[in-house]
C-alpha cells in the first residue's frame, strides 16, 4: 500500500482526528492549533470528488482550550449529540480535560448550537492528557486519562487508583446520579472496590493517544504513547491494570510501583524506538476496498509514519504486518464511504 493526499482541493491545517458524519455524506474533522495559537475548530465536509471547501462548525477561541478528537452518540440520528475530548483551563484556572457535549441540528443546515455545550465529565490533567471517548457495543461511553504530567509520571498517578488518571472510564451518558453528567454503570469491575474510582474499566495508563470500538466484534483498542524506548497498544480488558509506571509497555520502567486490585497485563502490541516513536491508535477496518484487512486493527506512528494492522481473534493474533511507510505526521485515522483508509497528517493534510 502506499499514501496518496486525499481531497486534493480541500484546504487543512493541523488536522488531529476525523469521524465519519453518521447517516449522511459528510466527514467531520478537528484543526488542533497547539503551536501557533493555541485553539481548535472543528469542521466537516461533504464526502464527494473534488470537494473543496470544509464547513466550520464550532471554533474554541485561544483561551487555553484546545480539541483532540470527537465521536458521535449511537443515536446521533435522533438526538444530535457530538462529544468533544479537550484540555484546557478549568476550576481555579487550572489545565482539566474534559469531555464535553454538543447538540447537532435535526434539520438542514445541521449546525451546532454552542449554547448547548454541555460538560459531561472533567478531571485536572496538565499533560499527558486523554480525552478521547468512543462509545462501546454496549452503549457505555469510555473515556481515557494519562498521568497528567510531562514526564516519567512525575504525579505518580499511573498506579493510583483512586486518581482520575491513568484510566480507562466507562460510563452511562443516558443517565444521571449525584449531580453528575453521566452514572456509574452497576457492572463496571471496581464498584464497591475500596479504595479504587468507580468509573474505572482499567488502569495504569501512561498516555493513551486515541481508542476505538469495532461495531462487530466489540473489540476496544487505545493506543499509548511510550516513555523512553516502549510504543504499544491494548486489546482493552475489564478490570485490567496496564502497569505503568513500573511498567512501560512491557518492560520494567520504576520498580516497586506495581499495586492496585489487578495483576499487570502486558500489552497487546508492542514496538520498539526503532520502529515506532509516537504511536497513534487507530481503528478496526470493516470496509469493502481492502478485504485481507477486515477486523484488523490498523493504527501508525506519528514520528516515522509507517502503518501497521493487526487481526487478533479475541483470543490470539491471527497476524500482525507493516502495511505502509509514509511521510505522514499520523494523529489520527478514519475511512470515506469508498472504504479508504484516512490519515490526519498533523503537519501537513
Not at 485561544?62 to 449529540?81: I, T
Not at 468509573?199 to 516513555?227: F, H, K
Request: aromatic share 12%; charged share 25%; net charge negative.
Amino acid at each position: 500500500m502506499r499514501a496518496v493526499r486525499s481531497y486534493e482541493g480541500l484546504a487543512v491545517k493541523r488536522p488531529v482526528s476525523l469521524e465519519r458524519e453518521p447517516g449522511s455524506g459528510r466527514i467531520w474533522f478537528v484543526e488542533n492549533y497547539a503551536w501557533e495559537e493555541y485553539r481548535s475548530v472543528v469542521k466537516r465536509f461533504e464526502d464527494v470528488a473534488g470537494v473543496k471547501e470544509a464547513e466550520v462548525l464550532l471554533e474554541i477561541p485561544g483561551d487555553g482550550e484546545l480539541a483532540y478528537g470527537l465521536c458521535f452518540h449511537p443515536k446521533f440520528a435522533e438526538n444530535g449529540y457530538v462529544y468533544l475530548g479537550t484540555n484546557g483551563k478549568g476550576p481555579g484556572e487550572k489545565h482539566h480535560s474534559r469531555i464535553v457535549r454538543y447538540t447537532v441540528g435535526r434539520e438542514a443546515p445541521w449546525r451546532i448550537d454552542e449554547a448547548s455545550r454541555f460538560v459531561v465529565i472533567e478531571w485536572e490533567s496538565n499533560g499527558h492528557n486523554g480525552a478521547a471517548a468512543v462509545f462501546g457495543k454496549d452503549g457505555m461511553l469510555y473515556v481515557t486519562s494519562g498521568d497528567g504530567s510531562a514526564n516519567a509520571d512525575a504525579l505518580v498517578s499511573g498506579q493510583d487508583t483512586a486518581s482520575w488518571l491513568s484510566k480507562v472510564m466507562r460510563i452511562d451518558v443516558d443517565g444521571a446520579e449525584g449531580g453528575k453528567g453521566y452514572r456509574v454503570p452497576g457492572d463496571n469491575p471496581f464498584v464497591g472496590v475500596a479504595g479504587v474510582l468507580p468509573e474505572t474499566w482499567a488502569y495504569g495508563l501512561r498516555n493513551p493517544w486515541r481508542i476505538t470500538s469495532d461495531e462487530v466484534s466489540g473489540q476496544i483498542w487505545v493506543g499509548q504513547n511510550g516513555q523512553d524506548l516502549r510504543e504499544y497498544a491494548h486489546l482493552l480488558e475489564r478490570g485490567a491494570n496496564y502497569g505503568w509506571s513500573e511498567y512501560e509497555g512491557s518492560r520494567v520502567f520504576q520498580a516497586g510501583r506495581l499495586r492496585g486490585p489487578a495483576a499487570f497485563t502486558a500489552p497487546t502490541i508492542e514496538h520498539g524506538h526503532e520502529e515506532f516513536r509516537s504511536l497513534t491508535g487507530g481503528f478496526v477496518y470493516r470496509g469493502a476496498k481492502f478485504p485481507e484487512l477486515v477486523g484488523a486493527y490498523v493504527y501508525g506512528d506519528y514520528g516515522t509514519g509507517r502503518v501497521w494492522a493487526m487481526r487478533h481473534d479475541g483470543e490470539n493474533v491471527e497476524w500482525h504486518r507493516e502495511l505502509a511507510d509514509t511521510s505522514a505526521a499520523i494523529a489520527g485515522f478514519g475511512t470515506n464511504a469508498a472504504g479508504d483508509i484516512l490519515l490526519a497528517d498533523h503537519l501537513g493534510n
